[in-house]
């Protein structure tokens, strides 16, 4: 008997959750038929003392490893005539996503490579998406398994959901906002929906003054060049930074969760608007 048979049958007769991760089923009538995949950035990490933390610091009560999630969870929501939905992290309130993962914490809030391990848990290719340096910490290391994941399930687009920061340098106030959406270099697509992506995020009715020289729809290449997440995915890929959290006001915005789900509602609505014009 096939393993997802024996899942069907176990789920069937004692309400028996099948050992197969909470991933959105193909919707073979989906209105769009594509499989994206959203990666909300950062999360918890093992740190090379063998501690976990956090891979970015909390900014005016803002931690930008959890607050993605709730960017993620509003996008999800309103991604149901796709196809199929992937995640890089278990979505907060889901069961997975509430079940202890192996910090003993909450596996919404850990990062990407725990999760995709579970997931992948016997896949002859999991460990090309989540090998990553057997000594030290796994801080940032969990940035090049997103698009091999996304490879690996020939995702159609990847999402990359962030919030900003700015460096801090001696006296230099802490006074960029606004939203960045970044694309690959020399992919029309992924620049065509990061500009749909940033008209709909850029009209936010509690949007600071921006710098056009600094914020908007920016050509990724640096990342391209250097950075995993772009270089590697073969998909059209979008780096999304909504907001920054080392600016005091930007990150008032970022405190209140209705202004989080707010924003993945429209990175959803922003998507379908590319859909609808790539269709
Ligand atoms: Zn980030």
Redesign the pocket.
């Known amino acids: 008997m096939s393993q997802s048979i024996l899942d069907i049958i176990l789920a069937i007769l004692g309400g028996i959750k099948p050992n197969t991760p909470t991933i959105e089923p193909a919707r073979t009538s989906a209105k769009y038929p594509v499989t994206v995949l959203l990666d909300a950035?950062?999360g918890l990490t093992r740190l090379g003392s063998g501690d976990w933390n956090y891979q970015?610091d909390e900014w005016y009560g803002v931690l930008?490893d959890l607050a993605v999630q709730s960017i993620a969870l509003g996008t999800h929501r309103n991604l149901i005539e796709c196809k199929k939905v992937l995640l890089t992290r278990p979505l907060p309130g889901s069961t997975d996503g509430e079940s202890p993962g192996v910090s003993g914490n909450p596996r919404w809030k850990e990062a990407a490579v725990y999760w995709l391990r579970s997931v992948l848990d016997g896949h002859p290719q999991a460990h090309g998406v989540t090998e990553v340096a057997s000594s030290g910490t796994d801080r940032d290391k969990d940035i090049n398994c997103r698009p091999r994941y996304a490879n690996l399930e020939g995702a159609d687009y990847l999402i990359s959901l962030?919030v900003n920061a700015q460096e801090v340098k001696r006296n230099k106030p802490l006074d960029a906002r606004g939203v960045t959406v970044y694309y690959k270099y020399g992919c029309q697509k992924s620049k065509d929906l990061a500009a749909k992506l940033y008209d709909v995020l850029k009209d936010h009715p509690f949007h600071g003054d921006l710098d056009p020289q600094k914020r908007g729809c920016r050509d990724g290449q640096e990342f391209t060049r250097k950075k995993g997440i772009m270089r590697d995915c073969a998909c059209p890929v979008v780096i999304v930074e909504f907001l920054f959290y080392t600016n005091k006001d930007d990150a008032a915005i970022l405190a209140d969760e209705s202004n989080l789900i707010w924003a993945g509602q429209r990175i959803a609505a922003g998507l379908k608007l590319h859909l609808d014009t790539e269709g």
Do not use: P, S
């Open positions: 950035g950062h970015r930008e962030h």
